[in-house]
């Protein structure tokens, strides 16, 4: 059932699952736009790995 809460964590830290963080910064990058990203985790590890890798990109 769609949106049913299974109690099964799904996810990973950014960069190492399969979005290419990389080619999404870049195209980012070009905006004209001012652009937040938000990321949400599992685990406060995630939560700072994430922020790590994606502060290297930007």
Avoid: H, M, Q
């Avoid at 059932?1 to 699952?17: H, L, S």
């Amino acid at each position: 059932e769609r949106g049913k809460v299974t109690g099964t964590p799904v996810g990973c830290a950014c960069g190492d699952g399969v979005v290419d963080w990389k080619r999404v910064i870049e195209i980012i990058k070009t905006s004209e736009k001012e652009v937040v990203l938000s990321v949400e985790c599992g685990t406060v590890p995630d939560a700072v790995k994430s922020f790590e890798y994606l502060s290297k990109l930007l």
